[in-house]
């Protein structure tokens, strides 16, 4: 696939994130699936974030030359925005208390920028330290099983020391440890378009394959003193969302980074074909995509539960048809915009971020 150095979209990334996308979707949709859920889905569901993270910030290397720092910080306050709207609108809770992924990859890409031009090597280290870090920190502060989530129809302060541990230790996606993956994003995209060789490539290769094995043999094998899911160290549900990184632990994390470097080799090498550009056709859109399919579940899925008169949908494949139904809802607004860019190019900012470039 394309992986030269222009200002143009490269159709590997987005398949990229086209693929993170697909895997996102289920896993934000699990509040309407009935508990426990399989252990398969769960797994599958949990690394959508880290890519989403790493390829925002991998991004930034690709086109940082064609950007001034003000460009990045500018579109870190629009993510921001969106996200704190998000919170506000659609599930009326205060933005900043509940930690999400989009207040990660916002201030995450002015990083990247600031970043960009460091050695891969010593952003892999930066990025291991903050992992490392993150693990101290819980030890120390704790992890709430239950998120802090102040909704405005019930507002009042929360304690300044559990805000602060929200958005570093136990929010949804708190700084740490997800601030690694920027760094990590940072340095494995630097490599991949400007460094590619077919040693760069083989030893990326052995990397990623050593550290997914390492994570899942340490996530999925009873291991003492390991934190992991046969130990019953992780969450089996936090409200409803069932991703094996609550919390994120080191085995975790270290499968993360094996699954974000492979998944990128692989689909880096897969010729364009229809499947590729159907599923690049969601990368294309994925901020639209990622409004989309919550707005979607809130005001279509779970009404629809609702007036069956049940609490959750308990049938597999029920489930299946539903989040089939909420992409193809999803699929359809992004080729009505599609259609409407074509005639009238995004002009600002806030809407290249909505609808892409």
């Known amino acids: 696939m394309q992986n030269t150095l222009s200002p143009s979209r490269v159709l590997w990334i987005d398949a990229l994130r086209g693929l993170a996308i697909l895997l996102m979707i289920p896993a934000n949709l699990a509040p309407y699936l009935s508990e426990p859920h399989p252990l398969w889905f769960r797994i599958a569901g949990s690394y959508a974030a880290p890519m989403f993270i790493a390829i925002s910030a991998g991004m930034v290397t690709f086109r940082g030359s064609y950007h001034r720092l003000s460009y990045y910080i500018k579109r870190s306050l629009l993510v921001l925005l969106i996200g704190a709207l998000l919170d506000s609108l659609l599930w009326g809770i205060m933005p900043g208390t509940s930690w999400d992924v ?58 300044p020391w559990r805000v602060l541990r929200s958005w570093f230790v136990d929010g949804w996606f708190p700084i740490l440890p997800w601030a690694g993956f920027t760094l990590f994003g940072t340095a494995f995209f630097r490599l991949l378009f400007h460094a590619w060789n077919e040693s760069t490539g083989r030893k990326l290769l052995a990397a990623g394959l050593l550290c997914a094995a390492a994570g899942f043999f340490l996530l999925l094998l009873s291991i003492p003193l390991v934190e992991n899911i046969p130990g019953g160290n992780i969450i089996v549900s936090r409200e409803g969302y069932s991703e094996i990184f609550y919390p994120p632990t080191p085995a975790y994390l270290l499968s993360a980074v094996g699954v974000v470097i492979l998944a990128a080799l692989a689909v880096r090498h897969v010729r364009p074909h229809a499947v590729t550009s159907a599923v690049a056709f969601f990368g294309r859109y994925s901020m639209l995509v990622y409004i989309l399919h919550q707005v979607a579940g809130d005001a279509i899925l779970n009404p629809m539960i609702q007036a069956y008169g049940v609490e959750s949908i308990s049938s597999g494949w029920v489930f299946t ?8 809802f999803v699929a359809l607004v992004c080729f009505l915009a599609e259609r409407y860019k074509k005639r009238h190019p995004p002009k600002s900012l806030l809407l290249n971020i909505l609808f892409g470039r």
Do not use: Q
Not at 127 to 137: D, E, H, Q, R
Not at 321 to 328: D, L, M, P, Q, T
């Open 102 to 159: 989009l207040y990660i990859i916002g201030p995450g890409m002015v990083v990247a920028y600031m970043a960009r031009n460091a050695r891969p090597s010593t952003l892999f280290i930066a990025a291991a330290a903050v992992f490392a870090l993150a693990f101290a920190v819980r030890k120390l502060a704790g992890y709430d099983p239950v998120p802090l989530e102040v909704y405005w129809s019930s507002f009042s302060w929360p304690e």
């Open 321 to 328: 048809a539903a989040v089939i139904g909420v992409i193809a």
